[in-house]
Structure formats: structure tokens, C-alpha cells
């Protein structure tokens, strides 16, 4: 018989992003740290559609008050994900592992979660979906794109800010993360960027504060200088944007132990290396997250199957040795249009999600939210 937390493990399992099941049973432990048994349970039914806490108390058969503070609890430690309205919650949908309640639980740390984290990510990125469909994309520091380029406004970092009107940011859970084990590589902590009702949920669960839109712009150019990989959601409308280095990140880190880091990535461009203007400064080693470049017996070599595209080495390069270009029409990706559709891709081509299962849960969705009226 199974108990609470097998019940939701193999639920999250079942969603998009998976939640791989281990020999060791770490999945296990990582949702008991962080879950209530009762709170499992609840999560059982919620769906990746934002429903209403009336919704979620007559699917589970619990009263409409009880489940509506669980809800709010929940979301407060970034197990669920809240829509506001009005500066209050007003839906609740799954949350699932990455990226989800995992970066959720930002300033909740402590090191025995990270423990298991670090435990149970290598078998969770080896057997998810992020090879195929990568929940994020890489966008490249503004000064490197090429004017000679036809670019899309969500291919430019400061271009998604500028189309916003609401922003929040909050600590990077990742570099976070690896404080709690002593490794502090030094970068900047505040980073991470979300914008419209990812930044309410952000400031009203109290993992990060509001800012300004300059403010936003502000870090956007810190984290340049900081050689931080931009990576916002794998979608045009992206909820959030993170600076990532490749020695905290653990998606950065996960790809950089594959030969071709390349094939991972949702990325428009790719670097070239002109070794006839290179002076082998060396700066462009500092820089790159992926040791795309390397130095042997004082000259600097490219590897472009490890370049992501992020341009960090364009920007700091002093004789141009480094460019960055767009690739061809053939290599480049399919950007979903927002969240869900990116979980509809991930769905399909993990072979979790039909179009006959997102018709049943969207039937399922407007039948329990039409009995729930009758019920009143």
C-alpha cells in the first residue's frame, strides 16, 4: 500500500517535468522535508491549470476554509503555485519539482535539503526532459548581438524587461544552495528576476522584494559584468529571467558534464573564434560557464560544441577575436509561446501528455468547476 508521499512522487512523475524514482528512494525523503502528509495529499488535486480553492476543495472532498489556509500556507512555502488577483490569491495550480517548488524554497534552505538535492539532481536531469525540451532557453548579454541580425524582442534580455510593468527579484536558491556547503563562488546573491504575477507571488510570499524597472535594468548589467550566464524561461512571455554561473547552477552544471552542451540548450547563436586576431589575453577563460575555451601552451582554443551562446566571451574581448552569429534557419529553436504551451512540449515529447489527455484534464477542469457552482 502506498503512502502519501509515493502517491505524489509519482504524480509529479507523471507531469511534464517528471520526478524521477530512485534505487535510494532520495525523492522520497526531499518531499517528506518539505511536505506534510496531509499537504500530499492536497497536492494530488491540483493540476498544471490554475483553479480556484472552491475547485481544489470539492475535487479532494474537504471543506472550502480548510483548504483554502492549506492552500495559502502551501504557497507561502513554495510548495504550489499562486495566481493573484487584486493583491490576493485567487488560483492554485501543481508546482512541479525543476523548475518549480525546488527554487521555491529560496531563503527556506538548510543543509540537509541541500544534501539531498545534491544527491537526487544528477539521476532527476539524466532521466528528465530538460535534452529534448529545456524549461530554460539562453539568451546573450545585449552588447554581443550582431546588428546584422533579425532578432526577436524575447532573443533580447533588456527588451523582455522593457515590456513589463511589474518586477520582483529574489536570491539565486542556486549559488544559495552551495553557500550552505561552503562553496561560495562570490557572485552577487539578489538575481533572479520575475515579472507580472511571478513577481507578485514572489514580494506576497515574502522570497524576494518589488523593484523598480531600472532597478531590474541595474542588475541585468551587473550580471554581465559578473560573467552570469541569462536564462529566462523557455517560452516568448518568460515569467522569470536568472543569472546563472556554471559553478552553482545546477542546470549549468548538469549540461557541462555532456560533451556537446550545445545540443542542450535552447539557443539562437553561437560564438566564433578567430584565432588570427587572438592576442590569448586569456580573459575570455574567466568568462565562459561551459570551458567552451581553453588554453594549451598559451593558446587559446574554441570548442563550439560546448558554447551555449550566452556571449560573455564576445563582450569582454579587447581585439573582436570573438563574435557571436546567429545560426541557421535549421538549428534554431522552436520558442513555445508561454509556460503552459512549454509543458505541452515537454509533455509530448516525453510521451506524458497527449492531445486526448490535455482535452480529458481541461474537460476535468470545467466539470469539477461547474459542479462546484451547483454545490454552493
Not at 542542450?264 to 573564434?273: D, K, N
Request: contains cysteine; glycine residues 6%; proline residues 5%.
Amino acid at each position: 500500500m502506498t503512502d502519501s508521499y509515493d502517491r505524489l512522487a509519482d504524480y509529479l512523475d507523471d507531469l511534464p517535468a517528471g520526478y524521477p524514482r530512485t534505487e535510494s528512494g532520495v525523492e522520497l525523503k526531499i518531499l517528506r522535508k518539505l511536505f506534510s502528509p496531509i499537504e500530499a495529499d492536497l497536492a494530488l488535486h491540483l493540476t498544471l491549470l490554475n483553479e480556484k480553492a472552491q475547485v481544489v476543495a470539492f475535487r479532494a472532498r474537504l471543506p472550502l476554509e480548510q483548504v483554502s489556509s492549506m492552500l495559502e500556507n502551501m504557497a507561502h512555502k513554495g510548495l504550489v503555485s499562486v495566481q493573484y488577483s487584486d493583491g490576493n490569491p485567487s488560483a492554485y495550480s501543481i508546482s512541479q519539482f525543476v523548475v518549480g517548488f525546488w527554487e521555491d524554497q529560496v531563503n527556506r534552505l538548510d543543509r540537509e535539503l541541500v544534501e539531498l538535492f545534491e544527491q537526487y539532481a544528477p539521476q532527476y536531469f539524466k532521466h528528465g526532459p530538460w535534452t529534448s525540451v529545456p524549461q530554460l532557453r539562453t539568451i546573450p548579454v545585449n552588447e554581443t548581438i550582431p546588428v546584422t541580425s533579425a532578432v526577436m524582442a524575447y532573443e533580447r534580455a533588456e527588451q523582455i524587461i522593457r515590456a513589463n510593468t511589474l518586477f520582483a527579484v529574489r536570491n539565486c536558491v542556486c549559488r544559495q544552495e552551495h553557500r550552505l556547503l561552503d562553496n561560495n563562488c562570490g557572485k552577487p546573491l539578489e538575481t533572479c528576476l520575475s515579472f507580472g504575477n511571478a513577481a507578485a507571488n514572489t514580494a506576497k510570499s515574502g522570497k524576494g522584494r518589488l523593484i523598480s524597472q531600472q532597478e531590474a535594468l541595474t542588475i541585468l548589467h551587473t550580471a554581465e559584468r559578473q560573467a552570469l550566464v541569462l536564462q529566462p524561461a523557455n517560452s516568448q512571455n518568460p515569467a522569470f529571467l536568472c543569472a546563472c554561473c556554471g559553478c552553482c547552477c545546477g542546470v549549468l552544471r548538469n549540461i557541462k558534464h555532456h560533451a556537446k552542451p550545445a545540443d542542450l540548450v535552447a539557443s539562437a547563436y553561437t560564438a566564433l573564434h578567430d584565432a588570427d586576431l587572438c592576442i590569448d589575453c586569456g580573459v575570455c577563460l574567466e568568462r565562459c560557464q561551459m570551458e567552451a575555451l581553453t588554453e594549451q601552451q598559451g593558446t587559446i582554443s574554441f570548442n563550439a560544441d560546448r558554447c551555449i551562446g550566452c556571449g560573455l566571451c564576445v563582450s569582454e574581448c579587447p581585439t573582436g577575436a570573438m563574435t557571436l552569429v546567429r545560426k541557421s534557419a535549421s538549428e534554431q529553436p522552436k520558442i513555445p509561446l508561454n509556460t503552459l504551451h512549454t509543458y505541452v512540449k515537454m509533455g509530448w515529447q516525453s510521451k506524458k501528455m497527449t492531445p486526448g489527455s490535455l482535452v480529458k484534464l481541461a474537460l476535468k477542469s470545467s466539470v469539477d468547476r461547474v459542479l462546484t457552482l451547483r454545490h454552493k
